[in-house]
């Protein structure tokens, strides 16, 4: 069942990277990974339960995720929207980190705001000529 979200979640970026505008691409998928970890969420007491723990599953996962993630972020990139040193893997960790987040009543609101604020900090800043104030 994990494994068959993850398969749902990257054929669903390459259908909205064929279907969307980078930045429409992006946003959609963001709330289909948000759903994902709560999902995972709700699973994560029968994973524990399996010999082994869950990690041989999960380990798998930032592998699979790379290429989605690359293409919705290099569409951004060629927008001019993000900057063009992302890492990627620095980029899925910091996703990760949301999954990490102890669900709350308010647990989706949140990780839409962590996230939010995350891709915030990949765009483009106008720079600023010397002397000038910012706004």
């Known amino acids: 069942m994990y494994q068959q ?36 969420h709700g699973m994560a007491e029968a ?3 399996l010999i082994g ?7 798998k996962t ?6 989605p993630i690359r293409v919705l972020v290099a569409g951004e990139v060629e927008a001019g929207v993000f900057r063009d040193d992302i890492e ?10 949301v999954a990490h987040v102890r669900p709350s009543k308010s647990w989706k609101r949140s990780a ?3 996230i939010d604020l995350l891709l915030n900090g990949l765009q483009v ?5 010397a002397g000038a104030q910012r706004p």
Do not use: C
């Open 5 to 40: 979200e993850v398969t749902t979640l990257i054929e669903a970026a390459n259908q909205l990277i064929s279907r969307r505008e980078p930045a429409a691409a992006l946003r959609e998928w963001r709330m289909l990974f948000v759903d994902f970890l709560d999902a995972k």
């Open 47 to 49: 994973m524990d339960t």
């Open 53 to 59: 723990g869950p990690e041989p599953l999960y380990s």
């Open 62 to 67: 930032p592998h699979r995720l790379d290429v």
């Open 88 to 97: 990627l893997h620095d980029l899925l960790r910091a996703l990760a980190g």
């Open 112 to 114: 839409v705001r962590m």
């Open 125 to 129: 800043k106008p720079k600023v000529k």
